[in-house]
């Protein structure tokens, strides 16, 4: 089992078609998919994030986290290096997710600081050799995709399932 000391979270460059903001900044079940994802995180004991996002959507991104919550949010890539200083394990999420735990490894993976600071030194890429994938995380494609879950998941909140939806 890998444990996670730090997370990284790449939110969608620009909004989707007919929206205001990015995916991972839309409610689901009236909490931001990006809250749903932190919360996750901080449950499985991450204790640091950086978010990924364009500067007009800094303070909404920031408000999905806990007061307190030691949290990096900046477009500057110089700002995402100086986060992967570290030999800690890494989680990153390169999309918005939901954690479901039925959900098997996929996008998102997990690696040291430095191997991820090293392979993104020069360019970004998810070809990350010593990465392992992360069970737990269902990617969220489109708005779509959001409302095809909510049912389960209003019936999953209901019914007291806690830690992933």
Known sequence: ??????????????????DSKPLMLNAVLSCPILSWMSNQLLAEGVQRFFVACDDR??????????????????????????????????AVLPRSALPMAEAGPGFAYAASGRELREVWQDRMTNSVT???LLPGWLPVYSR?????????????ASSGESKSI
Do not use: K, W, Y
């Open 144 to 156: 779509a995709v959001i409302n095809e879950l909510e049912p389960l998941l209003r019936e999953r």
């Open 57 to 90: 959507f800094a303070e909404e991104a920031r408000a999905c986290f806990p007061e307190g919550a030691e949290v990096v949010i900046s477009n500057r890539h110089s700002d995402l290096l100086a986060f992967l200083d570290t030999d800690e394990q890494v």
């Open 1 to 18: 089992m890998i444990r996670l000391q730090r997370a990284v979270f790449f939110m969608e460059e620009e909004p989707a078609a007919g």
């Open 130 to 132: 010593g990465a392992q």
